[in-house]
């Protein structure tokens, strides 16, 4: 039986958070553990250099990625794990995919179109400071799906115009050439962990500055943890969880029991919110403290990530370069 080909990436733009782990990771993973789907990872480090111009920063961001997927479970003896930046078959994918890219799709583009949308709020011209990496950004994630034959792309709803993108260029090139040279993917949400609350109770998110760092420290952990905000009731209050921001972050981690057991404490009253967040704390510790301990030794010693970095390129060099062979002839180039 042929398996599905399942594609992941995550930008390099610091430690991954809990958001990240619940929407990406951890979904992800557990997928890959299917014996009929073959997974493949990359730390997506040329979609960073939109916003991040520190090459010490951004070196070290690839190395918490790498650590963080390894970390969580990823055996790199079973699946693939790479840099997009050691695979040039995907740029010389994406020089072929933007011959056959129609401006109008980019302009359609959500990242885009959000940037407009600020230049326009503060009176300045449209593409004010708007690159062309981040207008085609969207062509280079193309090309990082389409060069390995991918089925399956496990996305945040956020993601979802990316793939259907790569779907619609994937698509012009098969009807030009009148051939299945391009693999249609197709985007898998989990629709449980689509929206992962931050400490505000919107969307956890970097740019919003209330995401929760999935390695911190025990002690820093849960001080940020005790940070979530709440509304102002009292104790003895009876409390609904279904409005609650601590509760929000709670389901996704815990049992439907514990759930259920939860939610009765709050209905009850007598619970502060000191003591939800402490149950918070404990439920999340608990799944990712043996996982803490993995990151942190892998981050005290690089040389291992980059050992399993070179020969996931290795590996990925030869399936893309099929993939390339196989564009080439066809568009006549070779």
């Known amino acids: 039986m042929d398996k599905t080909v399942v594609l992941t990436g995550i930008k390099p733009t610091g430690m991954p958070h809990l958001g990240n782990y619940l929407g990406a990771i951890r979904p992800a993973l557990k997928r890959a553990d299917d014996e009929s789907v073959e997974a493949r990872f990359f730390i997506a480090d040329y979609h960073s250099l939109n916003t991040m111009r520190n090459a010490e920063e951004l070196r070290g961001s690839i190395h918490e990625i790498a650590a963080t997927w390894l970390a969580c479970g990823l055996d790199p003896s079973k699946t693939l794990i790479y840099k997009q930046s050691d695979v040039p078959e995907t740029f010389e994918l994406t020089t072929i ?107 956890m998110s970097k740019s919003y ?16 943890i005790m940070k979530i905000v709440t509304n102002s009731q009292g104790m003895e209050e009876p409390k609904d969880p279904e409005t609650c921001n601590v509760f929000a972050l709670y389901k996704l981690f815990a049992t439907a029991e514990e759930q259920t057991a939860l939610a009765q404490r709050y209905r009850a009253g007598g619970m502060g919110w000191g003591e939800a967040k402490q149950e918070l704390f404990e439920k999340i510790n608990d799944e990712i403290k043996d996982q803490r301990a993995i990151y942190d030794e892998l981050m005290a010693d690089t040389t291992k990530i980059d050992a399993i970095l070179a020969q996931g390129a290795e590996q990925a060099r030869a399936v893309a370069s099929q993939t390339i062979q196989r564009l080439r002839k066809a568009v006549g180039v070779a």
């Open 97 to 203: 995919l933007m011959a056959f890219t129609a401006k109008g799709l980019m302009n359609r583009a959500h990242a885009y179109k959000a940037a407009v949308d600020v230049n326009r709020s503060k009176e300045q011209s449209d593409d004010h400071q708007i690159n062309m990496g981040l207008y085609t950004y969207p062509v280079l994630m193309a090309a990082d799906i389409l060069l390995f034959d991918t089925q399956e792309v496990p996305v945040g709803k956020d993601q979802v115009q990316h793939v259907e993108m790569a779907q619609d260029i994937a698509g012009v090139i098969n009807h030009n050439y009148k051939a299945p040279l391009l693999t249609i993917p197709e985007a898998r949400i989990d629709e449980k962990v689509m929206l992962v609350p931050g400490s505000d109770g919107r969307k």
């Open 209 to 224: 500055g209330n995401h929760i760092p999935l390695f911190l420290p025990e002690k820093k952990l849960r001080k940020m």
